[in-house]
């Protein structure tokens, strides 16, 4: 019933829809970070940057963002990202892409998260002396981002199904696959069902692990 | 209330102030809530700052600090003004402790990662050092048991204790104590009054903003009676207690101590 699956390196393209969602969320974690710190910042540049930043890029579809990584940066700006050969130039610049549009979102996720923390802790914090950066990096992110773990689920699961975006700029994972067997196979239901299948398996888990994490990690007050 | 004239019973020795304020002002919107505040404490004193709801008193403590900004006015804390938001107000602040009504102790950390945050981070000590002054100063307020456990754990008194040991393991001038009894039970307030009666006799200066009137007549060398954003009456307890000056005082106490 499966043998059509022969031939075809599925888990190969799985493998690489994993490293896509992997870096792409290591990266828009940390760049997210940067943002909401940007947003309840006292520096009205960086706020208003912060607040633009959001406000463009998450209104942008993502197709439209990953097709420019390779349309705009690479083929007309010539950015490589330091790499040579065109199947890492693109996986780099979705990596990009996808970074660049799930911080919106993270950034966003964390600043409902800050909003949790209760102001005298903020306050209790800059009386003992800590600065800016260390109240928000020791007392108010550490809270905010236990009470966000379960958006910030959501953020990575939608992530991981935004992985499929990087077909259109010919990155090898499980989409551009499915696509070319969609062209050479008849099974297309199984086909589509196999994926589907592929996505679940890494999402579902994920989405449980995370939900348990968040318990655990939930501030008491 | 028209009269603005402070009586004034109780005048701290000059040259030696720790903190100034000089004609601070201070708005909330439409509400002048300090209004042309001059106040001295000197070194090793400790004030009680009381009056009715509203009366400015919170804020005035938490300007003292910088937790609020003034409008206008000058506030010299050894001798140094308040500086701008920034690297030497955080220094200013960690020679000021503070201790807030809600106790404010960081949810996620244990009560000894809590006393022993600022001294690593900002005082820059080791940790075994911090560690072991943040057992010492936990046993001193009678919390020592408690270490490992978080904030949620512990009832509001010893929470406020550990809030108190916090604020002194920055080695501070002077403490702050906005209202620290009054999100309390009642059974709870003593053990956290007593820790603060051992800090009075120990020398340390003391802004204590309260409603805790026994504490005012025990511990205070002078007490700075505060209505509607001015220091009406400031005296040593013992006068102000039993012979207040102005009308407002007298009208104020004669609807707390008589009941």
């Known amino acids: 019933m499966f043998d059509f699956l022969e031939g075809y390196d599925l888990l190969g393209a799985f493998w690489v829809t994993v490293k896509l969602t992997a870096l792409s969320a290591v990266g828009s974690l940390i760049w997210g970070t940067l943002l909401a710190g940007m947003r309840v910042g006292p520096v009205p540049v960086m706020r208003g940057f912060g607040t633009a930043y959001v406000n463009i890029v998450r209104n942008i579809p993502l197709t439209i963002i990953i097709v420019f990584t390779s349309l705009g940066l690479n083929q007309t700006m010539n950015i490589t990202l330091g790499a040579t050969d065109f199947s890492a130039i693109n996986f780099r610049l979705a990596v990009l892409g996808l970074t660049a549009y799930t911080s919106a979102f993270v950034c966003e996720a964390l600043r409902s998260g800050i909003n949790t923390v209760p102001l005298g802790q903020a306050e209790a914090a800059r009386a003992i002396g800590l600065s800016f950066t260390q109240t928000l990096r020791l007392v108010i992110l550490p809270q905010a981002f236990r009470s966000v773990v379960g958006p910030l689920t959501n953020v990575l699961i939608a992530l991981t199904k935004n992985t499929t975006v990087a077909s259109a700029i010919g990155v090898a994972e499980a989409a551009y696959l499915m696509k070319g067997m969609i062209e050479n196979e008849a099974q297309l239901l199984l086909i589509s069902a196999v994926f589907a299948f592929g996505f679940i398996v890494l999402t579902l888990p994920t989405g449980l692990i995370l939900n348990w994490v968040g318990k655990k990690l939930a501030v008491k007050r | ?259």
């Not at chain 2, 400790?46 to 509203?54: E, L």
């Not at chain 2, 200013?92 to 402790?97: E, I, K, M, T």
């Open chain 2, 1 to 259: 209330m028209t009269e603005v004239s402070v009586t004034k019973d109780a005048t701290p020795p000059a040259g030696d102030a720790l903190v100034a304020l000089s004609q601070v002002n201070k708005h909330f919107g439409a509400l002048h809530v300090l209004q042309d505040i001059d106040l001295t404490i000197a070194r090793g004193e400790v004030v009680v700052v009381i009056g009715p709801s509203g009366s400015g008193k919170s804020t005035l403590c938490r300007t003292i600090n910088r937790l609020e900004t003034v409008d206008s006015g000058a506030i010299t804390i050894d001798g140094k003004p308040l500086p701008q938001e920034g690297k030497e107000l955080a220094r200013l602040r960690a020679d000021v402790g503070m201790v807030f009504q809600s106790f404010n102790l960081f949810a996620h950390k244990t009560v000894l990662e809590n006393v022993m945050l600022g001294q690593i981070k900002v005082r820059k000590t080791d940790k075994k050092a911090a560690e072991e002054k943040a057992r010492a100063l936990l046993d001193r307020v009678g919390v020592g048991t408690q270490a490992d456990k978080y904030p949620a754990q512990l009832s509001g008194g010893q929470q406020q204790r550990v809030a108190i040991a916090r604020a002194l393991a920055m080695d501070p001038k002077v403490m702050l104590f906005d209202e620290p009894t009054s999100a309390l039970d009642p059974e709870m307030i003593n053990e956290v009054l007593e820790v603060m009666q051992q800090l009075a006799r120990d020398g340390m200066t003391m802004v204590v903003v309260t409603h805790e009137m026994g504490f005012a007549r025990s511990a205070a060398n002078r007490v700075v009676f505060m209505a509607d954003g001015r220091i009406v009456e400031e005296a040593v307890p013992d006068q102000f207690f039993s012979n207040p000056r102005s009308d407002r005082a007298k009208d104020f106490l004669s609807k707390i101590l008589h009941h």
